[in-house]
């Protein structure tokens, strides 16, 4: 499975090949999609609640219900998604998820209630989940293995830009209309998806053996299996932490800090994704030149609780300071694709689009815990000490996590699990 004899360094125009592989570029551009409508309702919580006749603490009650349900279908996409992906190709969960999410995003433009809405997030979050894990998955298996990094970090750097133009545009247009742009771009992105071909090992192995979803799910049952693929989860947990409740909350936590001025959450958002695109470029670029992963996911990891930290410590800040501290933090969370490059690495072919899929999003989920417990502690405890004590938790399972995986960069993707 693995071959260290391989060139150190690759000339520039294979690194370019990589880069402009259609499963790339494509890729790239569906997790744009993705990550806008992603963060979407984090940029319009307020202005939309508000709308429907929300004020006051309902802003962030409701406001993390809503983000839940968002979290929730994704958990649930994550499984269906994936088992789908290993059982009838990389590009189908692809076609499926861009349509799911872009209508449920369209008619989100259209609620007038919020049993509506919830339900909107609910079906958007299903659709969402299939994107990320779909790309990296077929990214993966179509580029030679010391190049699949540079895909990803393609993949991944250009993709995270979409949480930039969102946070930008909510400063400028309705909430409605933010709906609305990000279901359009979805259904032009399935005509660039018809360009782009199934991953030959795929296709080696479905003409083989197409596993079943009972096989698959008992696949990763096995005791052998599944400590890794809870070790993969643990390691992503700290980027949904620094996102989900840092960064979302932050114009409460920027109140309690006794900032001086109000802390706008888009703005806030789009530094935050403006330094993860820096991260994420950094991250997958030293593991090329360290050839390896789990050195330089520790590095990010041991930066990130260091900047959330020092965030809950700050005095009387200027807004600023907060902005330049959440592109801080972004930068230092920016190794989502290394982590989920990781996690597809770790797994054979016939689990590889069910791990790599859902993995991601039961990060992304574990953001309602999070979100759900700090509600509890803030009476107790204050906001500042509850967010606080919940990074401490978050930073102590990826640690524990990144411990039980083994380095992976060298390994060749070319087999299954039995």
């Not at 894990?133 to 993966?140: D, F, N, R």
């Not at 980027?239 to 114009?251: E, H, K, M, T």
């Not at 859902?358 to 967010?387: D, Q």
């Not at 919940?390 to 102590?396: C, E, R």
């Amino acid at each position: 499975m693995t071959d260290r004899n391989e060139p150190s360094r690759h000339t520039s125009g294979e690194i370019a090949s990589a880069l402009l592989h259609p499963a790339v570029i494509v890729g790239a551009l569906g997790y744009f999609v993705d990550i806008y409508d992603l963060v979407l309702f984090l940029i319009i919580r307020k202005p939309s609640l508000a709308s429907l006749g929300l004020s006051g603490d309902q802003l962030i009650s409701e406001g993390a219900w809503l983000f839940n349900w968002q979290m929730g279908g994704m958990m649930l996409g994550g499984l269906l998604w994936g088992l789908l992906g290993d059982r009838f190709g990389r590009l189908k969960i692809l076609f499926g998820s861009i349509i799911l999410y872009s209508l449920a995003n369209i008619a989100n433009a259209f609620v007038h209630d919020l049993d509506t809405y919830t339900l909107c997030r609910f079906l958007a979050g299903i659709g969402l989940a299939g994107e990320l894990g779909g790309s990296i998955t077929l990214v993966s298996e179509v580029l030679p293995r010391t190049l699949r990094g540079f895909g990803t970090m393609m993949v991944s750097a250009i993709g995270v830009l979409g949480a930039v133009v969102g946070g930008t545009l909510g400063l400028w247009c309705d909430w409605r209309v933010m709906f609305l742009i990000g279901g359009g771009l979805g259904l032009l992105l399935l005509f660039l998806r018809a360009t782009v071909s199934e991953s030959g090992i795929y296709t080696v192995l479905a003409g083989v053996n197409r596993p079943s979803f009972a096989s698959q799910l008992g696949l990763l049952a096995a005791p052998k299996r599944l400590g890794r693929y809870v070790c993969c989860i643990l390691i992503g947990l700290p980027c949904w932490y620094v996102i989900g409740l840092v960064i979302a909350f932050s114009p409460e936590f920027g109140k309690a800090l006794g900032a001086t001025g109000p802390v706008v959450a888009g703005i806030a958002v789009s530094w935050a994704y403006g330094g993860i695109c820096i991260g994420d470029l950094a991250s997958n670029i030293l593991c090329q030149y360290a050839r390896s992963r789990k050195g330089v996911l520790l590095s990010f990891l041991i930066a990130a609780f260091i900047l959330s930290n020092l965030y809950f410590f700050l005095n009387h800040p200027n807004p600023c300071i907060i902005y330049a501290l959440a592109f801080l933090l972004g930068i230092s969370s920016g190794y989502w694709s290394v982590f989920v490059t990781i996690a597809a690495e770790h797994f054979g072919t016939n689990m590889r689009a069910t791990v790599a899929t859902t993995v991601p999003n039961f990060v992304r989920g574990a953001v309602i815990p999070i979100t759900a417990l700090y509600p509890v502690l803030k009476p107790h405890f204050g906001s500042l000490s509850s967010g606080l004590a919940l990074g401490w938790v978050s930073f102590a399972l990826a640690l524990i996590g990144w411990i039980g995986l083994r380095e992976t960069f060298h390994d060749d993707l070319d087999y299954v699990e039995s």
